[in-house]
């Protein structure tokens, strides 16, 4: 019993000090900056789950358009029950607060169904861009 409450307690450290790290560097390393949204790109692909009494199957297929993803799902008998899971590609242009130059960027956002999640083309969002790497951003 100590033992598993050690082994607990320096498992618990550890994801502490990643999360310290984490946002450490966050906060030393990076600095908010607007961008502008140029191009949104999306992706679907259906997924289901189905749990069993000692395991889990997930059977997915491969990426295609959103539109052919639901219509698929309502159509296809093999596919009804199967959920819509979205991978958005966000491309845009920032300022380096580097070198004051303008750099272009892209980061994913995920969602499923019907969820929009990314912003649209055209729009300003902020972003995380390195203090030292231009090229460098993490969304916030």
């Known amino acids: 019993m100590v033992v598993r409450l050690v082994m607990l307690g320096g498992f618990g ?5 990643a999360m310290a790290v984490h ?33 889990r199957r997930r059977e997915w297929t491969r990426d295609m358009d959103c539109d ?24 845009l242009r920032y300022t380096s607060p580097v070198d004051g130059q303008i750099h272009s960027g892209s980061y994913y956002v995920s969602s499923k169904d019907d969820e929009q999640k990314a912003p649209q083309p055209g729009s300003v969002v902020g972003i995380l861009a390195n203090t030292s790497k231009p090229d460098k951003i993490q969304r916030l």
């Open 13 to 17: 450290v550890l994801v502490v000090g």
């Open 68 to 91: 052919l993803a639901k219509e698929l799902r309502d159509e296809d008998p093999d596919m009804k029950g199967m959920h819509i899971k979205r991978t958005t590609k966000v491309m």
């Open 23 to 55: 946002y450490a560097d966050r906060s030393l390393n990076y600095v908010e900056v607007q961008a502008r949204v140029d191009n949104v790109s999306s992706e679907c692909h259906l997924e289901r789950t189905t749990n069993h009494i000692v395991s």
